[in-house]
């Protein structure tokens, strides 16, 4: 027998030309390559999608962690008038500062609530026993990093520079 396509001799029940590789007939063949091919196909548009997701996730994580108002909460310490000034932000919006004295057996303690806007602003309202009321103290934040924040009153010149109690 002869191949169809290519004129070769093959063998008389084959159903493939052993030279050119094509079908000699009218027998049904199976494609087993076209379903491996779709599952390539939709495993590879899995990986992408999924690779995508993640990449979006990361860079949302590192943007979020970034923003000022999530850079400040933490507990942060300054040296004053010999004695320590500690101011805790938490981040449900509340803050507590605590100032010690040597010597002094009691801590001077203010608390209230902390906002930033536009990540240069920091107010911190607090309740004042002496006036009956609340009061806002509105700073402008000069630096935020892991370790330092500067930030000065609105109303004064000097910078306060805190460290990260460690």
């Avoid at 690779?51 to 590192?62: R, S």
């Avoid at 507990?75 to 002094?104: A, L, M, N, Y």
């Avoid at 009061?135 to 000065?152: G, H």
Wanted: net charge positive; aromatic share 14%.
């Amino acid at each position: 027998m002869y191949c169809k396509h290519c004129g070769k001799e093959i063998a008389g029940d084959s159903k493939f030309c052993n030279h050119c590789g094509k079908s000699q007939g009218n027998e049904e063949t199976t494609n087993i390559i076209e379903p491996a091919k779709r599952f390539y196909t939709s495993n590879k548009k899995l990986v992408s999608y999924t690779l995508f997701f993640i990449l979006c996730a990361i860079v949302v994580y590192i943007w979020y962690s970034n923003l000022p108002s999530n850079k400040i909460v933490g507990e942060w310490q300054r040296e004053v008038r010999g004695g320590t000034d500690i101011e805790i932000f938490k981040s449900d919006g509340t803050w507590e500062s605590i100032t010690k004295f040597p010597g002094d057996h009691r801590d001077y303690r203010t608390n209230g609530t902390w906002e930033m806007f536009k990540g240069k602003t920091l107010v911190k309202t607090f309740w004042s026993n002496d006036e009956g009321r609340y009061l806002s103290d509105t700073y402008e934040v000069i630096n935020i990093s892991s370790d330092e924040l500067v930030f000065k009153h609105k109303n004064e010149n000097r910078e306060r520079h805190f460290q990260r109690k460690q």
